[in-house]
C-alpha cells in the first residue's frame, strides 16, 4: 500500500462526507463482510413524535399530564416525543418529584403520592403489573412500525402510547445498495421485536437483532465476530459507542452524539446511509489500486 493512494483515497472519501479516522481504516472497510446498523437516527431520522394514546379506565387529561411530568426529567428522545405531544395538546407539563430511568426499558417517577412506571411491556411483567387488556393496541401500532410504551399508574396498567419515527428516504436505496456489494446487512435495536421488523422491512433488511439491551450491544458485535464475519458498525447514539468501538470497522453519523463520533473510526458526514456504501466501494477502489 503505497503512502500516496491512500491519501488520494481518503481525499475522495472526505469529498463524498466519509471521513476516515486513518489509513488504516480505509485500507481495512474493504474486508468488511456484515453491516450492522443502528435502527433510531440511523435508518430513521431520530426524531419521533407521539402520534397515539390509548386511555383505560381514567380521565385522559389526568393521564396526559402524570405521564408527561414522568418523561419531563428524560433525556431519551422517546421521552422529547411523548413531553411534546402532550404540550402540543395544550396540557401544562409539570415535573416529576422522583425520577429514574431503567436503561433499555423505560422510567420511574412520582408525582406527589402517585407512582409513574413508563417502558417495554418486559419493564411492567417485570414490575409484576397485570396487562390483560394492554396487548390489542400495542400490536397494531407495532406493526406499524411505532414504539409503543405502555404506562402503569400505581401499579395499574393505565394506558400505552406510541411514538412514530420516520425512515430516511434514501435508506432503502442505500440498503439495495449495500446488498449489491455483497454485504450482509442488519438490524440492531433496543426496540421491541415487531416494530423493529416493521422497519426492517420498510428497507429491505431481512436480519433484525431487537431488544439488545445498551449493554448488550457490545457483546452481539463480539458474537458475529466469533462466527467469523468482519463487522461494520454503523450508529449514532451514546448506546451505540461500545458496539462502534467493538466492530472491526465502526462508522457514526456525523450529526450523532460526540460519544459516537469518538468511539467510531469513521464518521458519515451526510447522515445518510448511501455514505456506508461509498465507504466500503471507496475502500475496495483504493486498496485495488494499490496491488
Ligand atoms: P434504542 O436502541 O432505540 O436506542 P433503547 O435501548 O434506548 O432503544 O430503549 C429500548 C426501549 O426501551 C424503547 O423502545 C422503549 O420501549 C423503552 N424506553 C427507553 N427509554 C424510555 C423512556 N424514556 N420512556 C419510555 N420507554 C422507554
Ligand atoms: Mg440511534
Excluded: C
Amino acid at each position: 500500500a503505497t503512502p500516496t493512494s491512500i491519501m488520494a483515497g481518503s481525499g475522495k472519501s472526505a469529498e463524498l462526507g466519509v471521513l476516515f479516522k486513518g489509513g488504516e481504516y480505509l485500507e481495512g472497510t474493504k474486508d468488511v463482510s456484515t453491516i450492522v446498523l443502528d435502527k433510531t437516527g440511523t435508518i430513521t431520522e431520530g426524531t419521533p413524535s407521539l402520534t397515539d394514546v390509548h386511555v383505560e379506565d381514567m380521565n385522559e387529561k389526568e393521564f396526559l399530564s402524570l405521564l408527561a411530568a414522568a418523561e419531563k426529567p428524560s433525556e431519551h428522545p422517546l421521552a422529547e416525543a411523548i413531553v411534546d405531544g402532550i404540550k402540543q395538546k395544550g396540557i401544562d407539563v409539570s415535573k416529576a418529584d422522583t425520577f429514574e430511568t431503567i436503561p433499555g426499558k423505560g422510567v420511574r417517577a412520582t408525582v406527589g403520592e402517585q407512582e409513574i412506571i413508563v417502558g417495554t411491556e418486559k419493564l411492567l411483567s417485570e414490575e409484576n403489573i397485570p396487562l390483560d387488556s394492554s396487548s390489542g393496541h400495542k400490536t397494531r401500532w407495532e406493526g406499524e412500525g411505532k414504539t409503543a410504551m405502555l404506562v402503569a399508574i400505581d401499579r395499574v396498567y393505565s394506558g400505552v402510547v406510541a411514538v412514530a419515527d420516520t425512515v430516511k428516504e434514501t435508506s432503502a436505496a442505500a440498503v439495495e445498495r449495500l446488498h449489491k456489494a455483497g454485504l450482509e446487512v442488519m438490524m440492531m435495536t433496543g426496540d421491541n421485536q415487531k416494530t423493529a421488523e416493521a422497519i426492517a422491512a420498510e428497507v429491505g433488511i431481512d436480519n433484525v437483532l431487537a431488544e439488545v439491551l445498551p449493554e448488550e450491544k457490545g457483546k452481539e458485535i463480539e458474537k458475529l465476530q466469533a462466527e467469523d464475519k468482519k463487522v461494520a458498525m454503523v450508529g449514532d447514539g451514546i448506546n451505540d459507542a461500545p458496539a462502534l468501538a467493538t466492530a472491526d470497522i465502526g462508522m457514526a453519523i456525523g450529526t450523532g452524539t460526540d460519544v459516537a463520533i469518538e468511539s467510531a473510526d469513521v464518521t458519515l458526514m451526510r447522515g445518510d446511509l448511501n455514505s456506508v456504501a461509498d465507504a466500503v466501494l471507496m475502500s475496495r477502489k483504493t486498496m485495488r489500486n494499490i496491488r
